[in-house]
């Protein structure tokens, strides 16, 4: 496969680019009034408004042309279809099945795994089922009130972010999430609970990461603690995991294992059994309706046409700003107070999947790839960082996600709400030139040396480009058409980029080290040879827990 730079779209949007740099949004909004019925697509429940953009319909065209030479709807079809794309760990890609509605299979090896997947299912509706309704009960007899789930970065920010994201429909037990080694947050958490009421979720797709154990095993002693026998662990304990093994000799009843399988990516795996937590929380009818929301966008982006494709675009605009207007990263601006760990989920989804510098093929890229994704809800960031975006001197493209109405009506709350983000992006787009910004302060009646003062620190230079999502309210269906839009999204970018979205050596390194590490902060062990900076804070530690 030739370097993307080197296709002949990438060598024409460099040429389109060169031209398109000098004309400002405002000005191809005043050139077509119609712009936006131009640039936005009603999918769904979602409605994408991309006319903010700094593209006309030839960067459309030439996003689609790139889209093409990449051969993205051979690859589409290669992950949809169970081919080992997650070439450097030898695995399929399937998410896309555990939310396949449809009865086409989808086969790995020979084998359909539908019914397996229809089988954990299955499996989790009944447990759910068991939990809420009070029939499963702790040791002592009492219904289940609290769960926690212990799991770590895939196994931890889908299903929490997604229980607090719906925490409308909430009507199960109360669930809690537990993922930092730092022993304070096990801590903080059972503080408030009984052992007799609380179901502990381990999560882990391997079973073995370091942080988790600790944890669970932390979890167990405090059941053990309670009750004096290890018959406990039966009812206070499930597993969510690929490995059984592990899983009886942590002490768990294999009956209360959830599988699922190497074809399901940690940070894509909210839909497996991992979303366990989530289906005790809303239910499953609202676990399959999440679900459902994400089989919706599926068959959208297997079968839309590129210029009609919501994650094609979002992921070739990325693409856009990333390598052609040099932009480092891009906000996540959720108007939607449910939405507050949606960018932090972003952060695993985008940078752990696309945040690396070789191609598939090894070479190294020679191209900027994934970007740095941060954000937090809207009004909140707009009196911290929006300073930054508004007349920094950085770019950085913006995601505004809008619910339409509110959940939690309060007199006219929602409305200053959503005026702030729609304001928001008009603002970054128009900003405020000269002439305006001198008009509003000879309206202010200063003097004619106090206004010259001021007209610099009050131009906003616009044309910074946004995408606005709108949606009625947040629903399972609704969050469940989000993050796979995200999702695709991320996918499209790696296959432009040629990396593999799917693995994550990354994360590799500094958990061995910490291994080699951890015996030496022992005042009695000998220190190997490290730089003399982490010797000297290996040495800085012991001494200070000495005194
Ligand atoms: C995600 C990664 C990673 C993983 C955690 C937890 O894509 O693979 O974040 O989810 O390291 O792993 P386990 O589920 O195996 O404990």
Redesign the pocket.
């Known amino acids: 496969m030739p370097k993307p730079t080197t296709l002949p779209a990438w060598q024409a949007l460099q040429d389109h680019y060169r031209e398109l740099a000098q004309v400002p949004l405002r000005s191809l909004f005043a050139d077509d009034p119609d712009r936006f019925s131009l640039f936005n697509l009603h999918q769904d429940d979602l409605l994408f408004d991309f006319s903010k953009n700094r593209i006309t319909s030839r960067t459309v065209d030439l996003f689609a042309q790139l889209a093409d030479e990449c051969t993205l709807s051979e690859d589409i079809e290669a992950m949809f279809s169970g081919a080992r794309i997650n070439a450097t760990e030898g695995r399929a890609v399937l998410h896309t099945a555990l939310r396949n509605e449809s009865d086409r299979p989808v086969v790995v090896d020979g084998a359909d795994v539908m019914p397996d997947v229809r089988r954990v299912l299955d499996q989790m509706e009944d447990f759910s089922q068991k939990v809420r309704s009070g029939e499963w009960v702790g040791h002592t007899g009492e219904p289940i009130t609290d769960v926690v789930n212990i ?5 931890d920010l889908g299903p929490l972010m997604v229980v607090q994201a719906l925490d409308h429909y909430a009507d199960g037990p109360k669930a809690h999430f537990v993922s930092n080694v730092d022993p304070t947050q096990l801590s903080q958490t059972l503080r408030g609970l009984s052992p007799e009421t609380t179901l502990f979720i381990i ?4 079973f073995t ?1 370091q942080e ?1 154990l600790a944890n669970a095993k932390a979890a167990r002693q405090w059941i053990l603690d309670a009750f004096d026998s290890f018959e406990a662990v039966k009812n206070h304990f499930v597993a969510l995991s690929t490995n059984r093994t592990q899983v009886v000799e942590f002490g768990i009843d294999p009956e209360n294992m959830f599988a699922f399988w190497d074809w399901v ?3 894509y795996s909210l839909w497996s059994a991992i979303g366990l937590s989530i289906a005790l929380s809303i239910g499953m009818e609202n676990f399959r309706a999440l679900l459902g929301g994400a089989y919706a966008m599926d068959k959208h982006f297997r079968n839309a046409p590129f210029h009609q494709n919501l994650p094609v675009l979002m992921a070739l605009l990325g693409v856009w700003y990333t390598n052609f207007f040099g932009a480092a990263s891009y906000a996540v601006l959720p108007y939607d107070q449910y939405l507050a760990r949606f960018p932090a989920f972003l952060q ?1 989804l985008d940078m ?1 999947s696309n945040g690396k510098r070789v191609r598939l093929d090894g070479r190294q890229v020679g191209y900027e790839t994934g970007p740095v994704v941060w954000g937090e809800p809207g009004t909140n960031g707009q009196h911290a960082f929006y300073q930054l975006l508004h007349q920094g001197t950085r770019l950085v493209p913006c995601d505004f996600l809008v619910p339409v109405q509110s959940l939690n009506p309060i007199g006219d709350q929602h409305e200053i709400l959503v005026a702030n983000a729609l304001a928001q992006a008009e603002a970054l787009m128009m900003g405020r030139n000269e002439a305006e910004a001198l008009a509003e302060l000879k309206g202010e009646g200063l003097s004619e040396t106090e206004t010259e003062r001021l007209v610099p620190h009050k131009t906003f230079p616009g044309n910074r480009p946004s995408n606005s999502i709108l949606y009625k309210r947040l629903t399972p269906a609704v969050l469940g058409q989000l993050i796979a839009l995200y999702e695709h999204k991320v996918f499209v970018q790696g296959r432009i980029w040629q990396v593999n979205s799917f693995d ?1 050596w990354g994360v590799e390194l500094g958990k061995k080290l910490a291994k080699v590490i951890l015996p030496e902060l022992e005042n009695d062990q000998p220190i190997s040879s490290h730089d003399s900076s982490t010797t000297g804070l290996i040495q800085a530690v012991r001494q200070i827990s000495e005194k």
């Open positions: 799991g770590i970065g895939g196994s999560a882990s797709k391997t990461t988790t990516g940690g940070r695993q752990e994550q």
